[in-house]
DNA sequence: AAGAGGCCCTGATAGC
DNA sequence: TGCTATCAGGGCCTCT
């Protein structure tokens, strides 16, 4: 589920939800996610008020008083929940969602507030939590990774000057967060497609309209999705209402076989594994 | 420096 | 029905 849309989603509902507030209690029932738990995790956030919560690319990062922070990443299947004693029935959206339809497994880790309880649920336990002291380390943190695809950073000079003598796979540095911050394999296949562009085309060959076609449609797209509350993917069945919309006007992904949706452009969809991830075009127009 | 590949993990689905 | 194989929205690490 989570790309950078689908991940500012949740910031707002949380954010929502728990600005101003205090954790009153952390529970972990396992410690093991992609990075293990550190022991003072508990300890450190207890008490600790919530003055925001930001995101950078496909991170949460959760503002505390006096420079503290907790970055949550969702990694391939995490979600967060929210239990909530006065609203117990309302749905916000997909991935932040109220109380039937918690998950009986794999809740890995509790935060209490008074009447809320923030539950993140992760079957495959790639996503991980870090705490960080201040903000010079918050920076530090996202130091290496590449811009935002909304960021004026990401522009043409930007772009030109990282492919030139890239033999990769444009495809390939769509998913590179070192040069692009947020983007997943669903929007690199879509963005690919409205930019008319081979997914197998080396970047170097790329030229200067090519590029430009990637960096508005990279801030199009994902703000459409953005828009539509997120793309839901493999989610809970019974979920009625309040799912993100976005998947409905996906044009490639997972639409191998069908007919090129681009106006009279007589192609087929065809899906085709790329370091190892499925990656589909149009063999008529993005040739 | 750049690129290819493996790996962490569970669950849904397809094929036999 | 029940087995096995494959694949999934991410990112880190190692090897060449």
């Not at 991980?128 to 530090?140: A, S």
């Not at 935002?148 to 990769?168: A, T």
Request: a positive charge; one cysteine or more.
């Amino acid at each position: 589920m989570p790309e950078l849309p689908e991940v500012e989603i949740v910031r707002q509902s949380l954010h929502k939800k728990i600005k101003k507030k205090s954790i009153k209690k952390v529970i972990i029932r396992n410690r093991n996610l992609r990075f293990k738990i550190p022991a003072e995790f508990e300890s450190f956030l207890k008490n600790k008020k919530i003055i925001k919560v930001n995101r950078f690319s496909k991170y949460l990062i959760i503002h505390f008083q006096n420079e503290n922070y907790c970055i949550i990443h969702l990694g391939m299947s995490g979600t967060i929940h929210i239990l909530d004693k006065k609203k117990p029935l309302k749905f916000t959206n997909t991935s932040f969602y109220h109380s039937p339809f918690l998950p009986k497994k794999h809740n890995h880790v509790e935060f209490m507030f008074d009447n809320l309880k923030v539950i993140y649920n992760d079957p495959r336990r790639f996503g991980f939590f870090e705490i960080i002291k201040n903000y010079q380390d918050l920076k530090k943190r996202f130091k290496s990774m590449g811009p935002e695809p909304f960021s004026d950073n990401f522009n043409l000079n930007y772009v030109i000057k990282y492919f030139k003598k890239k033999n990769k796979d444009v495809k390939n540095f769509l998913l590179d967060q070192k040069f692009v911050s947020g983007i997943g394999n669903i929007y690199a296949n879509e963005i690919l497609f409205v930019s008319k562009i081979n997914p197998f085309k080396k970047a170097k060959r790329l030229n200067e309209k090519e590029c430009l076609n990637i960096i508005s449609n990279s801030k199009k797209i994902l703000q459409q999705a953005i828009n539509r509350g997120g793309s839901s993917i493999r989610d809970f069945k019974d979920i009625s209402g309040n799912k993100g919309s976005f998947q409905k006007e996906f044009k490639v992904y997972q639409q191998d076989g069908a007919n090129c949706k681009r106006p009279n452009c007589e192609g087929i969809i065809k899906k085709k594994i790329s370091l190892n991830r499925s990656t589909f075009f149009c063999n008529f127009c993005q040739n």
